[in-house]
């Protein structure tokens, strides 16, 4: 389990994090999300001991992660596959971490077949492509066995084959009742592999729910519709939300029935289904940093 208190870390005049607190739950995969500059990574680092917040704490199974006297057997991390010298071997990369637990060569090897890398295991990291250095970050987050993992978007520069394979790899490790947090802008993925989402904007968390509940919410329910007299519809319906033909809040059985005592002719009325991107926007729309224009047509 991840328990985050009242976790506020600030960077000179920048807020990164303002009084976050969540848990974590074990035996489900918790998605993490956010637009750019959240605070997701930052949340993170603390976690793991990286960075120190400027108040509150964060634990993994009721311990600080930095006191633990074998840190990678508490949880295993991916937060930039990148940090590894890349004159080093991936075998001996995994080996000299190993060592610091006295953790053994065969569990190396186990976790070298898990991640497909056996075969190019004595090639130097730095002939590595980003997404074989993916695999090699995971192997390392498993070679103490955590009950724990955190990964930071651990599908980046993977192909569709690695992008399936780190689905299951993650599922499996909820349904061994293993705590799994995985940090992502791919929300057609998380849509995937998640059982909850939490949602962070401006360094504050904005939702936490399943996920199931979180694309069910009634303000996600979206209809396109084309009428002979929208404006007079749209006065019937209460005035909801309308862009470029969509209504907002409003299902499309109402929206029949509206148009059918007004008099109002349909030429389409088509339900939109509800997806975690429809609801990380709306939730998010007011927390982006960076924005850009929308594109002219």
């Known amino acids: 389990m991840i328990e985050l208190h009242h976790l506020t870390k600030t960077y000179g005049d920048v ?14 995969v918790t998605g993490f999300v956010g637009p750019n ?29 930095a006191a633990s006297p074998a840190p990678i057997t508490a949880a295993g991390a991916l937060l930039d596959a990148r940090g590894i010298h890349p004159g080093r071997k991936a075998r001996m990369h995994l080996l000299s971490i190993a060592d610091t637990h006295g953790i053994s060569g065969a569990r190396v090897e186990a976790v070298l077949d898990i991640v497909g890398l056996r075969s190019v295991a004595n090639r130097r990291v730095g002939t590595f492509s980003l997404g074989m250095g993916q695999r090699l970050g995971i192997a390392a987050a498993m070679l103490g066995d955590p009950g724990v ?29 293993r705590t799994v947090l995985v940090s992502s802008h791919l ?12 949602v962070i904007g401006r360094g504050r968390i904005l939702a936490h729910a399943p996920i199931d509940e ?30 470029d033909g969509i209504i907002e809040g409003i299902d499309a059985r109402t929206i029949g029935e509206t148009a059918a005592r007004t008099g109002v002719a349909l030429y389409e009325l088509t339900p939109l289904h509800s997806s975690l991107e429809d609801a990380f926007f709306t939730l998010t729309d007011d927390a982006v940093q960076f924005s850009t224009p929308e594109v002219s047509k």
Request: no cysteine; charged share 25%; proline share 4%.
């Open 214 to 243: 979180m694309m069910n919410d009634g303000n996600a329910v979206r209809t396109r519709v084309v009428a002979s007299d929208m404006a007079t519809l749209l006065r019937a319906l209460g005035k909801p939300r309308e862009r």
């Open 15 to 28: 807020r990164a994090l303002s009084d976050v607190s969540a848990i974590i739950s074990p035996g489900k």
């Open 149 to 177: 993992y955190l990964l930071d978007e651990p599908v980046n520069g993977l192909d569709p084959a690695g992008v399936r394979w780190i689905r299951h790899l993650t599922r499996s490790w909820a349904a061994e009742g």
């Open 37 to 65: 500059g959240a605070g997701k990574s930052t949340a993170m680092r603390i976690t793991l001991g990286l960075d120190r917040p400027t108040s509150g704490s964060a634990t993994i199974n009721g311990k600080s992660f």
């Open 187 to 198: 929300m057609s993925e998380m849509a995937q592999i998640a059982d909850d989402v939490l």
